[in-house]
Nanobody
Framework: QVQLVESGGGLVRPGDSLRLSCVGS????????MGWFRQAPGKEREFVAS????????NYKDSVKGRFTVSRDNWKNTVYLQLNDLKLEDTATYYC???????????????????WGQGTQVTVSS
């Protein structure tokens, strides 16, 4: 069955960096675009970044552009999210997700993702 396992979260200070990883299994990894979402306490889950199945095409939430970088290694079935210059408002549980459709398209709506990891906590605190 499809599984996604995130890792790399932690407690950091403003301005610090983290790299999140998400390993997928149970599907042909290079057939699907992947996404990262986050959810802060009391808030709805929101799109952070996505990456196409091949070619390195990416999309980002406006507030993370220039600070976060999404990448993937299809040989390792892994998608990454590099978080730089972290801010207090980046505190959230971060989830990776696999698109429902095997497509070259990228998606920003959570409804277009069929499988989700368990999440990894990122806490930014001074």
């Amino acid at each position: 069955q499809v599984q996604l396992v995130e890792s790399g979260g932690g407690l950091v200070r403003p301005g610090d960096s983290l790299r999140l990883s998400c390993v997928g299994s149970g599907f042909t990894y290079n057939s699907y675009s992947m996404g990262w979402f986050r959810q802060a306490p009391g808030k709805e889950r929101e799109f952070v970044a996505s990456i196409a199945r091949v070619g390195g095409y990416t999309n980002y939430k406006d507030s993370v552009k220039g600070r976060f970088t999404v990448s993937r290694d299809n040989w390792k079935n892994t998608v990454y999210l590099q978080l730089n210059d972290l801010k207090l408002e980046d505190t959230a549980t971060y989830y990776c997700a696999r698109a429902t459709l095997a497509s070259s398209r990228q998606f920003q709506d959570a409804k277009d993702y069929a499988y989700w990891g368990q999440g990894t906590q990122v806490t930014v605190s001074s």
